[in-house]
């Protein structure tokens, strides 16, 4: 169990206190010590309840919740508050946007306890009368919860990914489906998937017609299901589909299963289209499609790709998992990190990486236990140190700076040219419609400090949508500042998104594909990056960190200027 697991029960713990108006010097102190908990450089999970009790600022009781959350998952203290609220209430506590205070008013004042009760007391604009509350909270409410509903029973193709493999090996080892293939979003590898869908031969669909309805994992929808498809869920959650097809024309519904549509209406020759090809031929596999048709084979994921048929030769330049040369935009125990500055670089190391940029929190992240200036000159020591014991291996001074209303960052001009590179970020006031927000990021992107934009739109996928921005405003801006984009490669992120890499490389801005790692198993994600950068067609010339650690020097040091 990682740390933020942790301190995401806490806090559920802190915001009920909140929400029944308990003492507030009891809420601070609390929220302080579970603040303090990045700060102790310490996996939660891994230390006895006698060690978290003697590190200061912990205390017995907060030790005593962690022993107890290892255990069941919860803590007998939040258990009580719990008990004495409605479960639609809690659900409220999850709304981006407002918090357990507003929430209290609102189950207290309108007695609203469920998630439908809100939603109807917003739309009969009763909680805009509410004593400071309004139209617009109303509307960041109601926004909310339409963005909650839409994403009810997705998930991230990063979460399902492993799930889909094990499906795939009992469906192929144990109950012998003799041709198999992923089909729908799971093969073009969508950031968000609605379900898990396969297709296979007409003979394994039979059997396992009569197999599937034994498994205890899984659950069969027989009235969604059909003589050409089985529809269920796995572990109770997660929906499945698996469609069936002749093995002679397999390769036909696989490609029509899995191609989008612009992919489908492309000429392969003068006057053929894919979809022209389908119905005019049969083909046992998509690999068949390409070999008859003689066209490189095109993997569903990198069917997306602007003229990819007309130039298939592209997908050799695309950037992959080995041309990475180093980690940018990490975390560490200095803001709100797991692991140490050392730790991290020797993880990176363990990877095979050349150099690692360390990125913490600026210090308007008071949230994340962001750096003052003190605090910069301290860590700025202390990679200099670590820099001579890891030589060649190369540590850069990085910090994530917060992006202010007004589009400057959050040091002065003296303490930015301290760092080697700087991510400029946007995590507070996410509320601003399009030209007002777009307006920030061209502020950010023109201070010739900011080297690379940080998530540009602040989406978290599946919790919340990201502000408006114009986009092709904002690379245009990259482009004349000769500043990075990052993809974000947290899988909640996935951001920038893939659909504008095209737009950003035809104007000639460099990506980096940045982990955003605040915990050592987060650099892994860096694959989730590199999914979404070849979905976009990101050619390895134009990924800033496929460049050697020479070349990033060179790079970081002629821009200095």
């Known amino acids: 169990m ?79 508050m719990l008990s004495k609220t409605p479960e639609g209430v809690v659900q409220m506590l999850e709304i981006k946007g407002i918090g357990a205070k507003k929430v209290g008013t609102i189950w207290k004042e309108l007695g609203v306890e469920t998630i439908d009760d809100l939603y109807k007391a917003g739309q009969d604009g009763i909680i805009a009368k509410l004593p400071g509350f309004g139209e617009k909270t109303q509307k960041i409410i109601l926004d ?34 003799k041709t198999l293939g992923r089909i729908g979003p799971l093969a073009l590898q969508e950031d968000i998937l609605e379900s898990l869908d396969w297709l296979v031969d007409r003979d394994s669909f039979e059997a396992l017609k009569q197999e599937l ?78 070999s008859k048709m003689a066209i490189p084979e095109i993997d569903p994921p990198l069917r ?82 670590i820099n001579k014991k890891l030589d060649p291996f190369r540590i850069f001074k990085g910090i994530e700076s917060d992006i202010l209303n007004d589009g400057s960052l959050d040091y002065d001009d003296e303490v930015l040219a301290s760092f080697d590179f700087i991510v400029a970020s946007v995590h507070s006031n996410l509320n601003m419609d399009e030209r007002r927000a777009t307006a920030r990021l061209l502020n950010a992107i023109e201070n010739p400090y900011t080297t690379m934009l940080g998530h540009p739109t602040g989406r978290l996928l599946l919790r919340r949508e990201g502000y408006p921005i114009n986009h092709k405003l904002v690379i245009d801006a990259c482009a004349s500042n000769n ?30 594909i940045n982990p955003d790692a605040h915990v050592i198993t987060g650099i892994d994600d860096m694959r989730f990056g590199v999914i979404t950068g070849r979905k976009g067609g990101l050619k390895k010339e134009m990924t800033f960190n496929a460049l050697a650690l020479k070349e990033v020097e060179q790079y970081f040091d002629n821009r200095k200027p």
């Open 144 to 177: 909310g919860l339409d963005y909650k509903k839409e994403q009810e029973g997705k998930g991230l193709y990063a979460e399902w990914e492993n799930l889909a493999v094990e499906m795939e090996e009992r469906l192929s080892s144990k109950f012998k489906a």
């Open 2 to 80: 990682e740390n933020k697991a942790f301190k995401k029960i806490l806090n559920l713990y802190t915001s009920l206190l909140e929400l029944h108006g308990e003492n507030p010097f009891k809420i601070r102190n609390l929220s302080g010590k579970i603040f303090n908990l990045d700060k102790l450089g310490i996996r939660l999970n891994d230390e006895s309840i006698e060690t978290l009790e003697a590190h200061a600022g912990v205390g017995k009781k907060i030790a005593a919740a962690i022993g107890s959350i290892r255990e069941s998952g919860s803590f007998p203290e939040l258990d009580e």
């Open 483 to 512: 500043v990075i984009i990052e993809i974000n490669a947290n899988p909640w992120r996935l951001d920038i998104d893939w659909k504008w890499i095209s737009y950003a490389q035809e104007k000639g801005v460099l990506i980096a």
């Open 213 to 290: 309805p034994k498994e205890k994992e899984l659950s069969i929808d027989e009235k969604n299901s059909g003589p050409f498809v089985i529809r269920g869920k796995i572990m109770g959650n997660v929906p499945f589909s698996i469609k069936t097809s002749t093995s002679e024309d397999f390769g036909n519904a696989e490609l029509r299963f899995s191609s989008p549509s612009g992919f489908l209406g492309a000429e392969i020759k003068s006057g053929l289209s894919v979809s022209a090809a389908l119905r005019e031929n049969e083909f046992k596999s998509a690999k068949d499609f390409f």
């Open 304 to 385: 997306g790709i602007e003229n990819i048929l007309s130039d298939p030769g592209q997908i050799d330049q695309l950037v992959k998992d080995a041309d990475l040369k180093g980690v940018l935009h990490a975390h560490s125990t200095y803001s709100d990190g797991q692991n140490s500055i050392e730790e991290m670089a020797k993880a990176c190391i363990e990877r095979g990486y050349e150099y690692f940029g360390l990125s913490d929190h600026s210090k308007s992240a008071f949230y994340a236990n962001g750096l003052d200036e003190d605090r910069i000159i301290q860590q700025h020591q202390e990679i200099d140190e």
